[in-house]
């Protein structure tokens, strides 16, 4: 075997950092996906201007934990309320839409944004569900989850 056939040494491995992961490039989301995002979030910022306009403080948006996500975090007077917004083809869809699994993640979602905002006072909690349908005024409805 002559030396220049002998195979090559191995490529030196680059130093690991404890912590440190590379990063992996996400993949592009679906053009049907992007579009439902971006309705997301249309029908969010609806909800948002309809509950200004009946009086609430918009105190948190896409509220993310690790239990779920709260769309609208809202307030008026000593109540806050932990909205969920719908937005399907009809408003009778949207309503259908919010499942009881849902409903425990939105929960326990909140438990976590109370937690995180004790500064905020207030004596009743609630929560809402808005429904948002084209061609029609969204409608609220105040204490959807309650049974």
């Given at each position: 075997?002559?030396?220049?056939?002998?195979?090559?040494?191995p490529?030196?491995?680059s130093p690991r950092v404890p912590g440190l992961?590379?990063?992996?490039?996400?993949?592009e989301a679906s053009p049907e996906r992007q579009a439902a995002f971006?309705?997301?979030?249309?029908a969010e910022s609806l909800a948002a201007a309809w509950l200004i306009g009946k009086g609430y403080r918009i105190l948190s948006r896409r509220f993310r934990s690790g239990a779920g996500e709260i769309d609208i975090v809202a307030g008026r007077r000593h109540t806050i309320v932990f909205v969920e917004v719908k937005a399907r083809a009809t408003l009778d869809d949207a309503a259908e839409s919010v499942t009881p699994r849902q409903r425990g993640r939105i929960a326990a979602a909140a438990e976590i944004w109370l937690a995180q905002n004790p500064h905020v006072v207030f004596r009743d909690l609630r929560f809402d569900a808005i429904l948002i349908a084209p061609g029609?005024?969204?409608?609220?409805?105040?204490g959807a989850f309650e049974t």
């Open positions: 075997m002559a030396k220049d056939d002998s195979p090559l040494p490529l030196p491995r992961r590379p990063k992996v490039k996400k993949a971006n309705r997301g979030i249309s029609k005024l969204p409608r609220h409805i105040q």
